[in-house]
């Protein structure tokens, strides 16, 4: 079964810093997604950034980016010059494309505090 | 998109009674997932549908809880004989099927309060 973690419970970041969030999974399948969720204190659940296995690109989204190391088994969020609205907890999400399961595992999240 | 809706956004009951939420995905979306999640936890699987059909079921999923999607459309979760360790967040969420490009959207959730 496949499983995702994330070691941080929480970080900390001067605001306009760049900040590196976390993320290892177990998986013995070659093709999968990756994602990371942001949750404001609102509690609806956003989309960040995704990245397909196969790809070697490390994904970016303006101030924020991954960096995939699919051999270690690991995959970074950094998030660039920090704004206050980053303040949420970010979860790390893995999807198998290949299994025939649609299912979405989450790691327990890392809560990011962005000091002004 | 008009986003997707949960109903009621909280709910208390006492231990023992039953209660239903509501979800209304994304129009168009087929698929339909169904999260609990605990303070500090991440979302934990329960179930989801492809349409109408329950594709898959957490096995840790007691058989007080159960989810039905009928038309396709919205989809409602009901847990029986609530129990205090009930007490969490539910999460719904859809997508539509868009190849490699499939995006997962969230609701704002359903807290629920067992006491």
């Known amino acids: 079964a496949q499983t995702v973690t994330q070691s941080q419970p929480e970080m900390s970041v001067q605001e306009a810093e760049t900040v590196t969030l976390s993320c290892t999974y177990d998986?013995?399948?070659?093709?999968?997604?990756l994602f990371w969720y942001k949750q404001p204190p609102s509690r609806q659940m956003i989309l960040v950034i995704r990245?397909?296995?196969?790809?070697?690109q490390n994904a970016t989204e303006n101030r924020f980016s991954v960096n995939f190391q699919k051999a270690a088994k690991s995959f970074s969020l950094k998030i660039s010059d920090s704004q206050l609205g980053d303040a949420a907890m970010y979860f790390c999400?893995?999807?198998?494309?290949?299994?025939?399961?649609?299912?979405?595992?989450f790691g327990t999240g890392t809560r990011l505090k962005v000091l002004a | 998109d008009t986003g997707v809706s949960q109903d009621p956004r909280h709910k208390i009951t006492k231990r023992g009674q039953n209660v239903t939420f509501r979800c209304d995905p994304i129009?168009?979306?087929?698929?339909l997932y169904w999260y609990r999640q605990t303070l500090g936890q991440g979302p934990e699987f329960l179930t989801y549908?492809?349409?109408?059909?329950?594709?898959?079921k957490s096995r840790l999923l007691s058989d007080r809880f159960s989810a039905e999607r009928p038309k396709g459309s919205f989809s409602t979760l009901e847990i029986q004989r609530t129990e205090q360790g009930d007490s969490a967040m539910y999460l719904c969420?859809?997508?539509?099927?868009?190849?490699?490009?499939?995006?997962?959207?969230f609701g704002s959730g359903t807290q629920l309060s067992v006491l």
């Open positions: 129009s168009e979306h087929n698929r």
């Open positions: 990245q397909e296995a196969y790809k070697q």
């Open positions: 998986t013995s399948e070659s093709d999968y997604y």
């Open positions: 969420a859809s997508s539509r099927p868009d190849g490699r490009n499939e995006k997962l959207f």
């Open positions: 549908f492809q349409n109408e059909a329950q594709l898959e």
């Open positions: 999400a893995y999807r198998s494309a290949t299994s025939g399961t649609y299912k979405y595992i």
